[in-house]
T-cell receptor
Framework: DTGVSQDPRHKITKRGQNVTFRCDPISEHNRLYWYRQTLGQGPEFLTYFQNEAQLEKSRLLSDRFSAERPKGSFSTLEIQRTEQGDSAMYLC???????????FGPGTRLLVL | AQRVTQPEKLLSVFKGAPVELKCNYSYSGSPELFWYVQYSRQRLQLLLRHISRESIKGFTADLNKGETSFHLKKPFAQEEDSAMYYCALPPDDMRFGAGTRLTVKP
């Protein structure tokens, strides 16, 4: 499968714990996006990278959230001191041009107890 | 601020009936709009973009700048069209509507 992959697919954690998610984009794609999707809502943009540079961050990305993309390949999204409101599906997408050509991963579903 | 609104959370039609999923947008400038679809247990995927003016799986969407709308239409719905549909608006990142769950009944 040469599509976008995300790991883990599911994560259950207790409030206050830190979690880290990984996204592996399609290999030739230089842009990588993170979205959050809560129940009944469409995906909400969090941040995006062009190669290793983080070019835009949403106001949704509080200080507890950090994303990296070392070497412009895979990316990680870390949430520190998780809160119940962080429970959501976290989606990653990659593209070779702009957001209009992005391909989505299967998502990581986070449940914070 | 750029925004898309999908006024219907749920839409149910019978097989063979026409279907229209509504999308309204707010954008200063010349927008480029998209429809994404997510079938059960599958990834979110692009269905069509207005700039290509093509029909995908029998669906079409016309940008109406006067009404600021980009409604998705299909003249004869099929059961396999049952899915979540999202309207979306770039340019810097993709702003998605809340989505409409389409159910096509046999």
């Amino acid at each position: 499968d040469t599509g976008v992959s995300q790991d883990p697919r599911h994560k259950i954690t207790k409030r206050g714990q830190n979690v880290t998610f990984r996204c592996d984009p399609i290999s030739e794609h230089n842009r990588l996006y993170w979205y959050r999707q809560t129940l009944g809502q469409g995906p909400e943009f969090l941040t995006y990278f062009q190669n290793e540079a983080q070019l835009e961050k949403s106001r949704l990305l509080s200080d507890r959230f950090s994303a990296e993309r070392p070497k412009g390949s895979f990316s990680t999204l870390e949430i520190q001191r998780t809160e119940q409101g962080d429970s959501a599906m976290y989606l990653c997408a990659s593209s070779s041009k702009g957001p209009e050509t992005q391909y989505f991963g299967p998502g990581t579903r986070l449940l914070v107890l | 601020a750029q925004r898309v609104t999908q006024p219907e959370k749920l839409l149910s039609v019978f097989k063979g009936a026409p279907v229209e999923l509504k999308c309204n947008y707010s954008y200063s400038g010349s927008p480029e709009l998209f429809w994404y679809v997510q079938y059960s247990r599958q990834r979110l995927q692009l269905l069509l973009r207005h700039i290509s003016r093509e029909s995908i799986k029998g669906f079409t969407a016309d940008l109406n700048k006067g009404e600021t709308s980009f409604h998705l239409k299909k003249p004869f719905a099929q059961e396999e069209d049952s899915a979540m549909y999202y309207c979306a608006l770039p340019p810097d990142d993709m702003r998605f509507g809340a989505g409409t769950r389409l159910t096509v009944k046999p």
